[in-house]
């Protein structure tokens, strides 16, 4: 009798997993059915808790340009730096030296590696809401030393205090960077998950043009509040993150993985519509983390590296260096302090840089529709040739000593501010999330945040020494250096890049699995 009441719960358990399996399948198929209007209609809730984690991406395109663009503040330079002969002018002006530039760009960067691995830790054990909570309040006590830093009468800037300062803020920037597209990637309808995710690009540059305002508003000041009003902002964004936090949903991957079904339901009907299928959703989940079950174990960063997850884990950080490599850091860091230097007017400068910075916020918005349109492989293909062509161009511009020449380098700047927002700014997001493994997601989007910090480094180690009029005072010459890097990087994009748009979580893992050429996905079916 107990034997045939084994056989009789086992194949009860069999009937369960079947019906599992079919909820699941049935849920990926109506997914992919759907299309993107209807998502949008449907799942107004999901979307917006994927806006609240892409605002905390504002603050990162708002401090990550702070740190470059206050050294076009000519009363931050006075407080805080040297009067030093500058060669191209032929004449002495307040400057910040070389090596406290690069302190305070390395302060951020530091800040992001430190903040990049943690999130990878802490978010997979305990949630991204703890994660956030932890970041807002660095948030608030880097600010509050930025804000002291300043001179006051008979002290000039205390350099140290703001490098410590930025050290604390830049570690939000390593934890939001790596959250937000992780859980935009993970409860957006699939019609939309391209668009939702690049949308942490528009979010950073929609960050940077409010910073360009706030500068271009009070940079005039005759007071330690030209420079100081732009740190403050950044006490608003934490307060309105904070006090939205309590409400945050933890995403449905999360709490299966972690065997919490019911609060994972609870939290589906909280984030879609109630004619949504929850029991599809959570089964779909289910199913793809049976699957890789017994990875789920030994998830780590080392795993990240072995078998088909090296490919995988390659392309994702390779499409954060690309965007570090195409002149970002140059381009919207030393972009008014590199017009001031190449003859403008500081009123023109901040002028010329925010109205770019608004190109930017359009050229992201237009990268949401070349996602679902071209797909992420040429997007990213064709985006980083033309953003090499116009930094060449940017080169030799820069080898003329004219007027005119500067406003044809600001007229490429737009070209390449457009191009670098509507391509591989907005497509590297939908990559590196839908590239990784479900498993690894969070490891992988650490891993790429990482790329960011070590190429930001090198770079921000460079650029003063390359850009200062005290220094190499390359002007627009520096185009040459990143139009080349990018140039050969195109050759990986094309050889290595694969099309995972409208592919499922599993399509991918299984195209991986089978050994298909990154390049080859898109003209290969997979059949049931």
Same mark, same amino acid.
């Given at each position: 009798?107990?034997?045939?009441?084994?056989?009789?719960?086992?194949?009860?358990?069999?009937?369960?997993?079947?019906?599992?399996?079919?909820?699941?399948?049935?849920?990926?198929?109506?997914?992919?059915?759907?299309?993107?209007?209807?998502?949008?209609?449907?799942?107004?809730?999901?979307?917006?808790?994927?806006?609240?984690?892409?605002?905390?991406?504002?603050?990162?395109?708002?401090?990550?340009?702070?740190?470059?663009?206050?050294?076009?503040?000519?009363?931050?330079?006075?407080?805080?730096?040297?009067?030093?002969?500058?060669?191209?002018?032929?004449?002495?002006?307040?400057?910040?030296?070389?090596?406290?530039?690069?302190?305070?760009?390395?302060?951020?960067?530091?800040?992001?590696?430190?903040?990049?691995?943690?999130?990878?830790?802490?978010?997979?054990?305990?949630?991204?809401?703890?994660?956030?909570?932890?970041?807002?309040? +660095?948030?608030?006590?880097?600010?509050?030393?930025?804000?002291?830093?300043?001179?006051?009468?008979?002290?000039?800037?205390?350099?140290?205090?703001?490098?410590?300062?930025?050290?604390?803020?830049?570690?939000?920037?390593?934890?939001?960077?790596?959250?937000?597209?992780?859980?935009?990637?993970?409860?957006?309808?699939?019609?939309?998950?391209?668009?939702?995710?690049?949308?942490?690009?528009?979010?950073?540059?929609?960050?940077?043009?409010?910073?360009?305002?706030?500068?271009?508003?009070?940079?005039?000041?005759?007071?330690?509040?030209?420079?100081?009003?732009?740190?403050?902002?950044?006490?608003?964004?934490?307060?309105?993150?904070?006090?939205?936090? +309590?409400?945050?949903?933890?995403?449905?991957?999360?709490?299966?993985?972690?065997?919490?079904?019911?609060?994972?339901?609870?939290?589906?009907?909280?984030?879609?519509?109630?004619?949504?299928?929850?029991?599809?959703?959570?089964?779909?989940?289910?199913?793809?983390?049976?699957?890789?079950?017994?990875?789920?174990?030994?998830?780590?960063?080392?795993?990240?590296?072995?078998?088909?997850?090296?490919?995988?884990?390659?392309?994702?950080?390779?499409?954060?260096?690309?965007?570090?490599?195409?002149?970002?850091?140059?381009?919207?860091?030393?972009?008014?302090?590199?017009?001031?230097?190449?003859?403008?007017?500081?009123?023109?400068?901040?002028?010329?840089?925010?109205?770019?910075?608004?190109?930017?916020?359009?050229?992201?918005?237009?990268?949401?529709?070349?996602?679902?349109? +071209?797909?992420?492989?040429?997007?990213?293909?064709?985006?980083?040739?033309?953003?090499?062509?116009?930094?060449?161009?940017?080169?030799?511009?820069?080898?003329?000593?004219?007027?005119?020449?500067?406003?044809?380098?600001?007229?490429?700047?737009?070209?390449?501010?457009?191009?670098?927002?509507?391509?591989?700014?907005?497509?590297?997001?939908?990559?590196?999330?839908?590239? $990784?493994?479900?498993?690894?997601?969070?490891?992988?989007?650490?891993?790429?945040?990482?790329?960011?910090?070590?190429?930001?480094?090198?770079?921000?180690?460079?650029?003063?020494?390359?850009?200062?009029?005290?220094?190499?005072?390359?002007?627009?010459?520096?185009?040459?250096?990143?139009?080349?890097?990018?140039?050969? $990087?195109?050759?990986?994009?094309?050889?290595?890049?694969?099309?995972?748009?409208?592919?499922?979580?599993?399509?991918?893992?299984?195209?991986?699995?089978?050994?298909?050429?990154?390049?080859?996905?898109?003209?290969?079916?997979?059949?049931?």
């Amino acid at each position: 009798m107990a034997g045939l009441k084994d056989i009789g719960m086992g194949k009860g358990r069999e009937s369960e997993i079947t019906q599992e399996q079919e909820q699941g399948k049935v849920f990926e198929m109506l997914s992919h059915g759907e299309g993107w209007w209807h998502a949008v209609k449907t799942n107004p809730k999901a979307l917006l808790w994927c806006s609240y984690s892409l605002f905390s991406c504002i603050m990162w395109g708002y401090d990550g340009l702070a740190s470059s663009i206050v050294l076009a503040v000519l009363k931050f330079r006075e407080d805080y730096g040297v009067y030093a002969y500058v060669k191209d002018k032929k004449e002495y002006d307040w400057v910040i030296p070389a090596i406290w530039q690069l302190a305070l760009g390395a302060g951020s960067l530091i800040g992001l590696l430190l903040g990049g691995i943690g999130a990878g830790f802490i978010a997979k054990k305990h949630g991204r809401q703890l994660c956030m909570a932890l970041s807002y309040v +660095f948030t608030i006590i880097g600010v509050f030393l930025q804000w002291f830093s300043a001179a006051s009468t008979g002290h000039p800037g205390n350099l140290p205090m703001l490098f410590g300062g930025k050290v604390l803020t830049g570690i939000p920037l390593g934890v939001f960077i790596t959250i937000a597209p992780t859980y935009c990637s993970e409860i957006a309808p699939l019609p939309l998950r391209g668009a939702t995710t690049a949308a942490v690009n528009w979010s950073i540059v929609l960050g940077q043009c409010l910073a360009y305002v706030v500068i271009r508003q009070t940079q005039g000041l005759d007071n330690a509040n030209a420079y100081r009003i732009l740190f403050a902002v950044q006490w608003i964004f934490a307060a309105i993150g904070l006090g939205v936090l +309590f409400f945050f949903p933890e995403s449905p991957y999360f709490l299966v993985a972690k065997g919490r079904i019911e609060k994972a339901k609870s939290n589906a009907r909280r984030l879609y519509n109630k004619n949504f299928d929850v029991d599809g959703l959570i089964s779909s989940i289910e199913l793809l983390l049976k699957h890789e079950a017994e990875d789920q174990k030994s998830a780590s960063y080392r795993e990240c590296f072995r078998g088909t997850n090296t490919l995988r884990t390659l392309i994702a950080m390779s499409t954060f260096f690309i965007q570090s490599i195409c002149g970002i850091g140059w381009i919207i860091g030393y972009m008014a302090y590199f017009l001031q230097l190449g003859g403008l007017g500081v009123g023109a400068a901040f002028t010329v840089t925010m109205i770019l910075s608004f190109i930017m916020l359009i050229g992201n918005m237009v990268g949401w529709v070349f996602v679902e349109r +071209f797909g992420r492989r040429g997007t990213a293909l064709y985006g980083s040739i033309t953003l090499s062509v116009s930094l060449l161009a940017i080169g030799i511009t820069g080898c003329f000593k004219s007027s005119n020449a500067i406003w044809v380098q600001v007229v490429f700047m737009a070209i390449w501010s457009f191009t670098y927002q509507s391509t591989i700014g907005s497509v590297a997001w939908p990559i590196v999330t839908e590239v $990784s493994k479900s498993t690894l997601r969070g490891h992988t989007q650490s891993l790429a945040t990482i790329t960011t910090g070590i190429v930001g480094a090198v770079s921000g180690v460079c650029l003063p020494f390359l850009v200062n009029p005290d220094q190499g005072n390359m002007g627009g010459k520096v185009g040459f250096i990143y139009g080349t890097l990018l140039g050969l $990087s195109c050759i990986g994009v094309w050889w290595y890049y694969p099309e995972t748009k409208g592919r499922t979580f599993a399509e991918i893992d299984r195209l991986f699995e089978m050994g298909v050429r990154p390049r080859d996905f898109e003209k290969t079916r997979l059949d049931d």
